[in-house]
């Protein structure tokens, strides 16, 4: 006669799998965010070399960015602009077809606009620290326009940009999509993953703080993205 499993020891294996699932899907989970946090970098990384061919090919000369298009004909396909990530809405609806330009900004020095004490650089090499200058990084696909405007000088001191009065409108296009951080890359090529510090900026940036006072006093974050875009000093023209 043969032997077969019992109800009992079936049940007993079925038990087993199911846990070791549990176990194994926020280990797949995080391997899934981390490999979307790494091709977006090398998103960022295409863009980049993008920028640095334009600027090559119009005689050092940084160019006025309003959108992604004059950087399109360096880079293969638009998807080059597009975080995997935010690929897809709650509703299945690809972020080209609700007319999202771009998830990645330009630092206003580094697109031609500046911002408060920090004018924009004119020429790449008017950039005196390449590997301390940013370049581009995630923003929002709530933004308003492609450049990276989180920060604002006001009475002396430095404190994060208001958000917009629209609701829902990200306007100073700060971002935490990767494991409550984002990514970041400077002028001389090189990207880096920075991941935000302090829980007021997480707060500010999901719009849970709404007022950018309470989450800028002695924030080390402020203090870092102040001194990445430049903000500490005038930049040359």
């Known amino acids: 006669m043969k032997k077969a499993f019992t109800l009992t020891e079936l049940l007993v294996v079925i038990s087993i799998i ?24 090398a998103n960022q990384h295409q863009v980049a070399l993008a920028w640095h061919q334009h600027v090559a090919e119009h005689d050092d000369l940084i160019p006025h960015l309003h959108d992604p ?10 998807e080059v602009f597009l975080c995997k990530s935010v690929a897809m809405d709650e509703k299945g609806m690809s972020v080209w077809d609700r007319h999202i330009e771009s998830c990645y ?22 950039v005196s620290h390449p590997g301390r200058q940013l370049l581009l990084t995630d923003i929002d696909q709530r933004a308003l326009g492609i450049d990276f405007r989180p920060v604002i000088k006001s009475r002396g001191r430095w404190t994060w940009n208001p958000w917009a009065g629209l609701v829902g409108i990200n306007s100073q296009n700060m971002t935490a999509r990767h494991n409550d951080g984002c990514n970041m890359t400077f002028v001389d090529g090189h990207g880096d993953y920075t991941r935000w510090r302090d829980a007021r900026t997480l707060k500010f940036i999901k719009g849970i703080v709404a007022g950018p ?22 930049v040359n023209e």
């Not at 199911?18 to 970098?41: D, I, K, V, Y």
């Not at 900004?105 to 008017?126: I, K």
């Not at 402020?222 to 500490?232: A, E, N, T």
């Open 18 to 41: 199911c846990l070791m699932m549990s176990l194994l899907l926020p280990a797949l989970t995080r391997a899934q965010r981390q490999g979307e946090q790494a091709h977006c970098l």
């Open 69 to 78: 298009e004059p950087l399109q004909a360096y880079v293969h396909g638009e």
């Open 105 to 126: 900004g330009f630092a206003p020095t580094m697109c031609g606009r500046g911002f408060d004490s920090a004018r924009h650089y004119r020429t790449l090499q008017s």
């Open 213 to 234: 006072e309470a989450a800028s006093v002695d924030n080390p974050d402020l203090r870092y993205v102040v001194d990445i875009l430049g903000g500490r000093h005038d």
